[in-house]
């Protein structure tokens, strides 16, 4: 597939490096589903848009060595980094998939947990994209999604061109082809395809400028505002002015920045 094509925010070494800090900066919210979902030991796992491999990572130590972990990823730099990782480390119970998951077989009735960090909110049909993760999962087998359903990101003290961000954002995301409220239409999607909705709970970041969710806003905005305004999301003189505003409220002791809600959402197959 050709890079960048498919997934908006790039597959480059800069969006490596900011999954790598956005990892550490959820890392309690993704650490606490982990824990909800009690993944057990052996367990046949698939990480769907594995990126780097940080959920992945954090999957292979759960279930053992008796267990299975396979990433599936499009972005061969994104890949062949977690290749290395595990190389490095002699870890033999991984498989790696490289390609969308629209063109991948998966086999049916096969996984006890599918999990998908950062990915369904992207991709262009994501109903027909659940639909096919749903066939993959063993009966009892989990499905477990973490993305966001784009409300609540805001920055105080407000009255500037930012508090226009949210649904610049959402305009963004559907840019690429993806579906920024897709969250809130899982739990209907289970309900008709006979899976039960175990978890459903909206989580949210929230600091002032010496907060690493702060740090995390500042490295997504001060690259992607430009994206937007040169695939036209935005005027070039509105992501100035978002800017400008973002950088003037930097050195503003009174900032404080809130994340979007992001919702871990768990189902279980019937
Ligand atoms: C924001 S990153 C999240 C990476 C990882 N899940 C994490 O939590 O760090 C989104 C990932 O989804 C991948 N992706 C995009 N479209 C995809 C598709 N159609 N099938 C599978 N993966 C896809 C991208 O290449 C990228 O690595």
Redesign the pocket.
């Known amino acids: 597939m050709g890079e960048n094509k498919?997934?908006i925010?790039g597959?480059n070494q800069t969006?490596l490096e900011r999954?790598?800090f956005?990892?550490k900066v959820?890392k309690k919210i993704?650490d606490s589903f982990f824990d909800r979902i009690n993944i057990q030991k052996g367990w046949k796992c698939l990480?769907?848009?594995?990126?780097?491999?940080?959920?992945s990572m954090e999957l292979i130590d759960k279930v053992g060595e008796g267990g299975e972990v396979t990433a599936?990823?499009?972005?061969e730099l994104?890949l062949n980094n977690f290749k290395e990782h595990c190389s490095k480390k002699d870890i033999k119970n991984v498989n790696f998939i490289h390609?969308?998951?629209?063109?991948?077989d998966l086999e049916n009735d096969h996984y006890d947990l599918i999990?998908?960090?950062?990915?369904i909110d992207?991709?262009?049909e994501p109903e027909k994209?659940l639909l096919k993760l749903l066939s993959a999962l063993k009966k009892g087998g989990v499905i477990a999604i973490?993305d966001y359903n784009y409300e609540g990101i805001a920055l105080f003290p407000k009255g500037g061109a930012f508090d226009n961000i949210t649904e610049t954002v959402r305009n963004y995301w559907r840019a690429g082809g993806g579906d920024p409220y897709f969250i809130s239409k899982i739990p209907l999607i289970f309900k008709s395809n006979n899976i039960e909705l175990l978890d459903f709970s909206p989580q949210s970041l929230a600091g002032d400028t010496d907060s690493d969710i702060y740090e995390w806003a500042n490295r997504f905005f001060s690259v992607h505002l430009q994206i937007m305004a040169d695939l036209k999301v935005i005027s070039q003189k509105e992501s100035d002015e978002m800017l400008a505003d973002w950088n003037v409220h930097k050195s503003d002791p009174s900032t404080v920045f809130f994340s979007p809600i992001m919702v871990d959402v768990t189902g279980r197959k019937k």
């Not at 999990?115 to 990915?119: D, E, K």
């Open positions: 498919e997934y925010l597959t969006e999954l790598g956005q990892h959820w993704t990480d769907v848009g594995a990126g780097p491999g940080f959920v599936l990823e499009p972005s994104f390609g969308n998951l629209e063109e991948t999990f998908l960090r950062w990915v992207f991709v262009p994209f973490e």
